[in-house]
């Protein structure tokens, strides 16, 4: 693996948030002279992706360090990162998190209730602090 030579791996995930979306996008782009793209591509796209970020985020299967994902599915709002990773373990998640997000990670171990919940600060195992 990359780490193992030296190499730092990060990938940026920017997703708009589903496939009806992004081949609207696309749809629209492509009458203003830009690039173009069936709806079948878009899908096979848009499933291969989703899967590879799924492999990504979970560092012992892909070795990538950090993992940044951006939504991009509100029109005319700037992309914003709501979530990150390092070494499969969150290090942010954004307050609002969008619901496609929330739909791909749920059943998987990487659902946004738990990622929030391993980014609570846990009490040390030298605090010999007791309720009596």
Do not use: C
């Not at 796209?45 to 990504?56: D, F, G, V």
């Amino acid at each position: 693996m990359a780490h193992g030579h030296g190499f730092w791996t990060t990938i940026d995930y920017v997703a708009v948030g589903s496939v009806e979306e992004s081949v609207r996008r696309i749809t629209e782009r492509s009458y203003r002279g830009g690039h173009s793209a069936s709806e079948r591509l878009v899908a096979d796209i848009y499933e291969k992706s989703t899967k590879n970020l799924l492999t990504a985020l979970d560092f012992g299967e892909s070795g990538i360090e950090v993992v940044r994902i951006y939504d991009n599915s509100e029109l005319r709002r700037h992309v914003r990162q709501v979530l990150s990773l390092r070494r499969g373990r969150p290090r942010s998640v954004a307050d609002n998190v969008p619901s496609w997000l929330e739909l791909l990670f749920r059943g998987t171990k990487f659902e946004i209730s738990g990622l929030r919940e391993a980014l609570k600060p846990r009490p040390h195992r030298n605090d010999r602090t007791r309720e009596r």
